[in-house]
């Protein structure tokens, strides 16, 4: 009897969250359409710019491979020629990040010419997508090779690391426009076929290979992020097993783990940048509860053995994102005045638990930010293409 009344609630949560989705969607689009369609129309003038554009000389990978720096890492003063030094929340300018400010371009394009699609159905937004897509996953001269093998290397230490597979969020609203499109059939099958295979291949190489199975296991925001993007692009090419693993790893390791009791993120209050990690780690797990909550599991509603759910911890975190000048730890060393932009958490959020006042304040919050750091942990800034195919 327990069982039965505990699925006719959830089906009525669920329910309920669909519905407001749908609403939520109709609000967003008339919040943002204008903005949605002027910069489509400019990406619409772009060409694909994909990793083999540079080439970095200190790159151990050929020119397919996505190739980035550690940011945190710098020149030692007192041994030019040596291995680089850490200095923790400090990014060095003059690293290479060409190849993750390509990934980003076009992160932004896809979800913002998929997002004009959602509006106008105007083939010429998926036609353009499309176009990068080619580029970056079908055309053998361009396209990028399905692993970060090379990611956040460190001169005179590593060739590459498992924590730089948290670029790949960037191709997250790449995924999700995939999806979008292929609702809609503008990706040709056989086209289609090669996308979800380079997809496939990544899944394959980032759940095998030691450098994905140690950022797995981080205890922060990177293993918030390796589950993250593993959950959105293992819906694009359907992979029911993993998406289990996924659903599994929130409940039993990412939310007991990484949130006290009071609903903060102790971890990235340790970091020296304690504002922006936890706005950054509660967007994560906020969209991994998105991404994953279906007619079998709402996620928003675990709780961790303390009893604390995800309310909680957007709870903790929503005075100060309204007014950063009330927070009670220390002012991140970098980009303090730079948050908080349109935070995906407060949208999904106010979704998830039909709170209004949470989607009143991240409609007055900054939804199209120019700070590339800002862009770079804001991997969500197309909400459209979350809200139409959940």
Not at 3 to 31: C, D
Not at 249 to 263: A, S
Not at 341 to 349: E, I, R, T, Y
Not at 369 to 378: D, F, S
Request: proline share 5%; net charge positive.
């Amino acid at each position: 009897m327990k069982k039965i009344i505990y699925l006719f609630f959830f089906i009525l949560i669920h329910t309920q969250v669909s519905f407001s989705q749908t609403g939520y969607f109709k609000q967003t689009s008339a919040l943002l359409s204008k903005a949605i369609l002027k910069n489509a129309n400019e990406a619409l003038l772009l060409k694909p710019i994909t990793v083999t554009q540079q080439h970095s000389e200190r790159s151990a990978g050929g020119v397919h491979d996505f190739f980035s720096e550690g940011d945190y890492w710098w020149p030692d003063s007192l041994n030019p020629s040596g291995p680089y030094i850490q200095k923790d929340g400090l990014s060095n300018p003059n690293n290479f990040t060409a190849h993750r400010l390509a990934m980003i371009r076009f992160s932004k394009l896809a979800g913002v010419c998929t997002s004009a699609f959602l509006l106008t159905k105007d083939t010429k937004y998926a036609k353009q997508v499309v176009h990068h897509l080619k580029a970056w996953f079908i055309d053998t001269a361009t396209l990028m090779n399905p692993s970060l093998l090379y990611a956040q290397a460190i001169k005179g230490r590593f060739t590459g690391r498992g924590v730089g597979i948290i670029d790949m969020i960037q191709m997250m609203e790449v995924a999700q426009s995939v999806r979008v499109l292929e609702k809609y059939h503008q990706i040709a099958p056989n086209d289609l076929l090669i996308i979800k295979k380079w997809f496939s291949n990544y899944l394959t190489w980032v759940t095998t290979h030691p450098y994905g199975i140690d950022e797995r296991e981080a205890k922060n925001n990177h293993g918030t992020c390796w589950t993250m993007q593993v959950a959105v692009f293992a819906k694009l090419v359907n992979d029911a097993t993993l998406i289990d693993y996924c659903k599994n790893r929130f409940k039993t390791v990412l939310l007991p783990n990484q949130l006290d009791k009071n609903g903060s993120f102790p971890l990235e209050l340790k970091r020296t940048k304690p504002f922006g990690y936890s706005i950054f780690n509660l967007d994560a797990m906020v969209t991994l509860a998105h991404v994953l909550s279906d007619e079998r599991d709402h996620l928003f509603a675990n709780e961790t053995p303390n009893h604390i759910t995800l309310q909680n911890a957007i709870q903790f975190l929503y005075p100060y994102v309204n007014d950063k000048n009330t927070w009670p730890y220390h002012k991140d060393v970098m980009y303090w005045n730079e948050w908080p932009v349109a935070q995906p958490f407060l949208l999904f959020g106010a979704i998830a638990y039909q709170q209004q006042n949470w989607y009143t304040l991240w409609k007055k919050l900054d939804h199209f930010p120019t700070n590339e750091e800002v862009i770079r942990n804001l991997p969500i800034r197309n909400p459209l293409i979350w809200l139409e195919n959940q």
